[in-house]
Each structure stands twice: as structure tokens, then as C-alpha cells.
């Protein structure tokens, strides 16, 4: 399993490599890409791309200080769709309970009217 940061870094670089083939990645660019909540130095980076190329998630043609070149591998590509899949059933399934709720409250409170009308209505008698 991969951590968040790594993912986001998969997810980076497979929003930019496209359909496949090996591109150009200059270190700085990479970096200032992550969401602030990731920040991401020099080393944290190097960690994350030796942790995605060593369970074959990309493939690094080169590297040197200034920039990489790299390509996402299939499995790289499936976990980043098998991910947004994830996130899209989470939301659905979301989506479910609240109308669940919303009908469960809906018609408890129409049966709690409609036995407080009864009973008024037996009171009354």
C-alpha cells in the first residue's frame, strides 16, 4: 500500500506523461507541484520515486540533480483509476445514506403526526 504522498506523486506524473512513452521531469517542477499540505523536499521525492519504481509503478530511464526521466508502467496506470474509482463509489455510497436518512426521518415523522392525530382524534371521543 502506498502513502498519500506517494500517490500523489503517481498521480502527478501520470496527469503529465499522458498515454504513455518516457518524459522529462525537472526536479524543482515536481516538487512545486504537490498540494502544501505534502510538502515535499529533495529527499522526500527521492524516496517516493525509489518506493514507485522499486513495486514497478514507474520506470526511471535517468536521473541526475537537475532532472529525471520517467515513464508510468500499466500497474501505475491502473492504481490511479482503481483509486478515482474508489473516491467515485465513496461518493455514491454518500450519497445513498443521506437519501436513506432523509426518507427514514421523512416518514418517521409522518407516522409520529399521523398517530398524534389519532389519538387527539380517540381523546376527543
Known sequence: MLDERTLTLLNIINEQCGKGGYKVFEIEDLISSFPTPYLLDRQGLNESLTILSSREYISIKYQDEQEICLSVLSKG??????RLERE???MQLEKRYFLYSFLGSLSGGVITFILALIFSVIRGL
Request: proline share 0%; charged share 55%.
Open 88 to 90: 467515485i463509489e465513496k
Open 77 to 82: 496506470r491502473l492504481e490511479n483509476e482503481s
